[in-house]
């Protein structure tokens, strides 16, 4: 008769999940309840983007990196493609040989999975707010690669980065495609890149940086204003989310999705603007809008080459490269502490 068969052996292991809630965590600023409720209350209204991120709204974003206007998530993974093999080399010039990699707001964790087998990390991080939907993709990851030391952790690191004991202190590399530091206001930018370069801080070795690239107004406002509306509902849904949050009623079919190009600043601003003059209720509030007046969902910055690495120096980082697509419509940076 045959022996039972060691099913344990043939399935990877699950990967460790670590869920940082910030709501009320002291030193990492206000929960979402006042947080929102300021932003709302505010004369000119604005919510976090950090709010898009419920398990809708990750799959709304996920959609919009395979529409044929939003070129940022397939110029990137094109430039991975190219810059694979001098990113490796890069790190091992540095002595970094099997490092931990921390991925930043990882999401589906599709950029890390390409990355994965060039860097061979001795441990992996994926960090995202969207709890739920990172530990399916987590999950994936270590399908794809059972050996691999997998820590995901659940929090909102825009309220700070400190990473509990399980994650590896030895040869961290931060990793942060997909231009989300531009989400960041520039100060706030510059803020988070110094935090990671401090040494006592992140206990960062570098840093690996996707960046959106200045190009035309026409192709930056298709690209956050596509045919079909996903974007659309991607901001609407944020809505949602906070109707969830704080127990507001906002009626979705109330706003409509504004995108503009702001060329002096650099920046693509999302909106969501009341069709209609109405009003919001939750707990202890009560917020008016007129017809036309908007909610400040979203800056999204592009940057030059130079200006980005001007930044990352200023930051504290000591040896910056970069690498680019034909059209320099994005760049990939690396960034040694
Ligand atoms: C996540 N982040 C970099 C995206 C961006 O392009 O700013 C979010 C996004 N907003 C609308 N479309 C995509």
Known sequence: MNPPLNTSALSPASPQFINRDTDA?????????????????AVDASVSPKYFYNALGSRLFEAITGLSEYYPTRTEAGIFETCHA???RALAERGIQRPCL????????????????????????????????????????????????????????????????AVQ????????????????????????????????QGHARGLVLGIDLVKDKATLEAAYDDALGVTAAFNKNLLLNV????????????????????????????????????????????????AGERIHTESSYKYTPDGMTALLKQAGFSQVRHWSD???WFAVFWASV
């Open 86 to 88: 001098h990113l490796a």
């Open 102 to 165: 921390i991925d930043l707001g990882a999401g589906n964790c599709a950029k890390a999975m390409a990355l994965i087998p060039h860097l061979q990390p001795r441990q992996y991080v994926p960090v995202d707010i969207s709890v739920d939907f990172l530990k399916d993709a987590a999950a994936q990851v270590q399908s794809c690669f059972p050996a691999l030391d997998i820590v995901g952790l659940g929090m909102d690191f825009s309220a700070g980065l400190a990473l509990p004991a």
């Open 25 to 41: 965590l002291p030193g990492q600023g206000p929960g979402p309840v006042q947080e929102l409720s300021e932003g709302l209350m």
């Open 326 to 328: 034909p059209k320099n």
């Open 243 to 290: 109707n969830q949050l704080i127990q507001s009623d906002f009626d979705v079919r109330q706003w409509r999705h504004v995108a503009l190009f702001d060329a002096a600043q650099s920046r693509i601003e999302m909106h969501l603007e009341a069709t209609q003059a109405l009003s919001v209720q939750w707990p202890g509030h009560t917020r008016r809008f007129e």
């Open 169 to 200: 202190a030895e040869d961290r590399v931060f990793f942060y495609p997909g231009s989300s530091l531009g989400n960041f206001q520039p100060a706030q930018a510059l803020q988070f890149l110094q935090h990671i370069a401090d040494p006592a």
